[in-house]
């Protein structure tokens, strides 16, 4: 009788000490899974933003000229320049950016990516 009872409580052990393992297992799996969703995400997110810049010069600034008249002031003017200019672009010409999108390029301009300089065959 108290053999059984042994028997049956060791038995029980076993069962919580492997669902413990289990959920162990689980939880790091879990972790794991997390850790590579926001790596994964965070790699696109930067993959995104690359050819953002490229694509609003090409898409923006093409309508009225060639993209080399951007290209001729590339690592030429400061970031100040590159404001008014873009300003100017906006509000004297009418270019369609936001001010977001400004913020954006003027970045871009004022530390040319390496696709822009690719495009400007800088
Ligand atoms: C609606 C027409 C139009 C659009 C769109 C436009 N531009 Fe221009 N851009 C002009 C005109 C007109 C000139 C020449 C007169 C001047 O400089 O203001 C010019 C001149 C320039 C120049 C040479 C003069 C300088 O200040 O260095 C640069 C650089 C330039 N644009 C950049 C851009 C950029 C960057 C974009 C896109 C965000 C853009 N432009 C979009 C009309 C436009």
Redesign the pocket.
């Known amino acids: 009788m108290e053999r059984a009872l042994r028997k049956r409580d060791e038995m029980k052990y076993k069962r919580a000490t492997s669902n413990f393992l289990i959920r162990k297992k689980v939880l790091r799996l879990s972790v794991f899974l997390v850790g590579l969703l926001f790596l994964t995400e965070s790699a696109f997110a930067e993959t995104q933003s690359m050819p953002a810049c490229l694509e609003l010069?090409q898409n923006?600034?093409q309508?009225?000229?060639y993209l080399n008249?951007?290209c001729q002031?590339l690592e030429e003017?400061s970031k100040r320049r590159w404001a008014a200019?873009?300003k100017?672009?906006v509000k004297?010409?009418?270019?369609?950016?936001s001010g977001e999108e400004q913020d954006f390029?003027l970045d871009c301009?004022a530390t040319p990516a390496p696709d822009i300089k690719q495009e400007c065959g800088k």
Do not use: I, P
């Open positions: 010069l923006r600034c309508s009225c000229h008249r951007v002031k003017k200019t873009l100017r672009m004297r010409r009418g270019a369609n950016l390029l301009l």
